[in-house]
């Protein structure tokens, strides 16, 4: 475009403007940068570094980059570098997860891809690898349908279902709590299943629901919803968010005082917002899916948290740097099953395939089972430390670790029907 | 005027060479074809915004609605109507632009910040039952599980749903009709009417103009137009989610067409060429993106105010 009117009206101006203007690309440009060498095998993350879910997010970054550290030690895959390639897909953005997606599959031509903590972008992300047909893991996306009834060759999840994380603490809660719960559920897929998981459950054992507020993902101020949920007297207040909001859900909790009143606990607690919690709002009964602090000890467990603390700025390892620790390592491990980096051949080779000591450090069985691409992974039931009994890292009680066979419904219940491609 | 109508027309066949041998040169500078698909949706989209704004002289702050439902409409239909591309893009078309037409009759008689602000208002009404209403768009989560379908010619199928670059094509030709009929509206009766009436309203009405009418005229067409963008931009991703009613997105395509130029006719498809790329490029450098294009936008309010096409014009006529 420029050419031509410098060729129909050349005047010395625009010249000296456009030489500087190609001088400034020559230095300015990114685009001439080389793309990745291509012999390297290349996995794409699209994973939140922004919004609530930023410090999950980050953490399962922590865990991919050692991981990838620890492979190319060794050699790589099947002799071949691993290259990480980050992309922020925000914390609640679909359509950007969906965006950037896209760009790791066709520009940057990744040979496999991770994503999402965010269940309803783990989904959308699902749709778009399933179409362009690359093996996709999804490291913390809780959400049933993406191992249940949207079950795809192609993705597989390494964090619980919203299921397992109800069957994990309901009859706990029931016991040691009672039986009218009330709910503050996030307003996205991931809420949505675990509420009708917990809600379920309750049912069976006889319990009674007496509301569910519905609060839109990256809320900060959650005191119309906690007045309400006073007002309905229940045993227990049931808190199914996470992320900053379940920080500021807690805080305001305790500010309020409720937790004088009812009992607070909910299903899935994380460590990240633990950590930024003020002492008094950590209350309540609740499962981790991975804990750093084991009774029994493991191989390799002390040696990861080092490497961690290393890495995290002196920080423990939480599930979400474990998940993602765990996705790498399998993408590399099944790799080297299959002998193949070809996507159809390292699915058959993750479907049942068993996670190593070094790799799964807990101690029950963990295996990605083949019906449904789903991680059995054990969960950490207990109570939040308010203090630390002296340790100010340990900041949770496991009282139980749960074999996550024991705790996920049936294939023929997740409603998967897991169809290979020819 | 000769020499002037002969750059022009070089300008112009400058600018449908450089769309058309697109998915050819942009590998070359790091770029991909869906890169440049994306580009055509958008910036279809930001100038259907210029549309009203550059040449009725009225700032919609909640076009994103518009371009939301299209998006929705295209998907719905794809998903329980008919697997069929051409008429999810119509059922999208005709959603959004309906829905614009009917609330554009409420609008038109607000001028200015007033206008503004009732346009924001009614967009974020479209975006919260997009956000509630789970059961048929997926709230929050988005709208799943529909895709473009290829297309069927009655001799031949074209695959646009696998082919990058058919689809490529696909998108530039129904950008290029309806840039052709928005052209055609600016250079009829009706166009100059807009213009006449966003260079000194007051005179339009005192020469008989129904003000009103050629505003809500102006509107809808706007909004139709935005509604395609919308349906075609569900095709590009194969989802839609209530983000893109937001009016959050109204402010980016009005910043794409303040960027390039929203006097020009082309200068929003240049604003939407920078915004969308450099959004993917730095995106993938850094997550805060976004200071430096609204460094961009400041440098260009501040030493460009016509924009980067209305810069490129205005040093040619001095």
């Known amino acids: ?422 | 005027m000769t020499s002037g109508r002969m750059r022009q027309g070089a300008i112009l066949a400058a600018i449908w060479a450089a769309l058309i041998f697109a998915p050819y040169w942009m590998p070359l500078f790091g770029g991909y074809t869906a890169l440049g698909t994306r580009v055509l949706a958008i910036g279809l989209g930001a100038m259907s915004v210029n549309f009203l704004l550059g040449f009725t002289g009225v700032l919609s702050f909640g076009h994103a609605a518009w371009f939301g439902l299209g998006a929705y409409g295209a998907g719905l239909c794809l998903k329980w109507i008919a697997a069929s591309t051409p008429l999810g893009l119509l059922a999208g078309t005709l959603l959004g632009g309906i829905a614009g037409g009917l609330l554009g009759a409420l609008l038109v008689r607000r001028r200015g910040i007033y206008f503004a602000m009732v346009t924001i208002a009614f967009g974020q009404v479209f975006y919260y039952i997009a956000f509630q209403w789970s059961s048929l768009t997926g709230g929050d989560d988005g709208l799943r599980g529909f895709a473009r379908q290829p297309l069927h010619l009655g001799f031949a199928t074209i695959n646009i749903l696998n082919d990058a670059t058919a689809f490529y094509y696909f998108a530039l030709l129904c950008f290029a009709i309806v840039v052709g009929i928005m052209g055609f509206i600016l250079r009829s009766p009706f166009g100059h009417t807009m213009i006449a009436i966003r260079e000194n309203e007051r005179r339009a009405r005192f020469l008989g103009i129904a003000v009103e009418l050629h505003i809500w005229i102006a509107f809808t067409l706007s909004c139709f137009f935005m509604a395609f963008s919308g349906a075609l931009y569900a095709m590009v991703n194969n989802f839609a989610d209530p983000r893109m009613l937001h009016y959050s997105l109204s402010g980016d395509f009005v910043i794409m067409a303040v960027m390039g130029g929203m006097r020009t006719f082309w200068g929003p498809l240049l604003g939407a060429v920078v915004f969308v790329v450099l959004q993917d490029y730095i995106s993938s450098i850094t997550v805060n993106w976004m200071s430096f294009i609204g460094l961009m936008i400041v440098a260009i309010v501040l030493f460009f105010p016509r924009g980067l096409l209305g810069l490129l014009r205005q040093r040619k006529a001095a």
Not at chain 1, 64 to 71: N, V
Not at chain 1, 295 to 300: C, D, E, K, T, V
Request: hydrophobic share 40%.
């Open chain 1, 1 to 422: 475009m420029k050419k031509s009117i410098h060729s129909l009206t050349p005047d010395r101006r625009t010249i000296l403007k456009g030489a500087a203007a190609v001088g400034a690309l020559q230095i300015a440009s990114p685009f001439v940068i080389p793309v990745w060498a291509a012999d390297a095998v290349k996995i794409g993350i699209a994973n939140p570094l922004t919004g609530t879910y930023a410090a999950t997010g980050k953490n399962e970054q922590i865990g991919m980059q050692l991981a990838a550290e620890q492979i190319n030690a060794k050699g790589g895959i099947l002799g071949r570098k691993v290259e990480l390639l980050f992309e922020d897909s925000t914390s609640g953005d679909a359509g950007t997860a969906v965006q950037k997606t896209r760009k790791l599959i066709e520009r940057d031509r990744v040979n496999f891809l991770v994503g999402n903590v965010n269940s309803a972008l783990a989904q959308a992300m699902a749709q778009v690898s399933n179409e362009k047909g690359v093996l996709h893991i999804v490291p913390g996306g809780h959400t049933d349908p993406i191992t249940g009834k949207d079950c795809k060759w192609n993705v597989f999840r390494v964090c619980n279902t919203t299921r397992m994380e109800a069957n994990a603490v309901s009859t706990l809660l029931f016991k040691t709590y009672g039986k009218k719960w009330h709910f503050i559920t996030p307003d996205y897929a991931f809420g949505h299943t675990l509420y009708q998981g917990c809600e379920a459950n309750l049912k069976k054992l006889g319990g009674t629901v007496t509301g569910n507020e519905l609060t839109p993902l990256g809320i900060t101020d959650f005191s119309a919803y906690l007045i309400k949920a006073r007002a309905a007297n229940p045993d227990v207040l049931v808190v199914l968010v996470q992320g900053n909001d379940m920080v500021n859900c807690l805080k305001q909790i305790s500010q309020f005082g409720i937790d004088k009143q009812i009992h607070i606990a909910g299903t899935q607690q994380e460590l990240e917002a633990v950590e930024a919690m003020p002492p008094e709002a950590r209350v309540g009964v609740w499962m981790f899916e991975w804990y750093w602090k084991q009774a029994a000890s493991q191989p390799g467990l002390d040696q990861f948290i080092a490497e961690i603390r290393k890495k995290s700025g002196g920080k423990v390892p939480t599930a979400r740097t474990w998940f993602g620790y765990v996705t790498i390592h399998s993408y590399a491990l099944a790799c080297a099953k299959a002998k193949s980096i070809e996507a159809k051949t390292v699915a058959k080779a993750l479907s049942d395939m068993e996670l190593p000591p070094e790799v799964k450090l807990q101690p029950n069985k963990v295996f990605f089972r083949g019906g449904d691409h789903q991680l059995m992974l054990s969960a950490f039931i207990g109570q939040l430390n308010s203090k630390g009994d002296g340790d100010p890292e340990n900041l949770f009680k496991v009282n139980s670790v749960v074999a996550g066979e024991s705790i996920a419904p049936s294939i023929a219940d997740t409603g998967c029907k897991m169809q290979m491609p020819a």
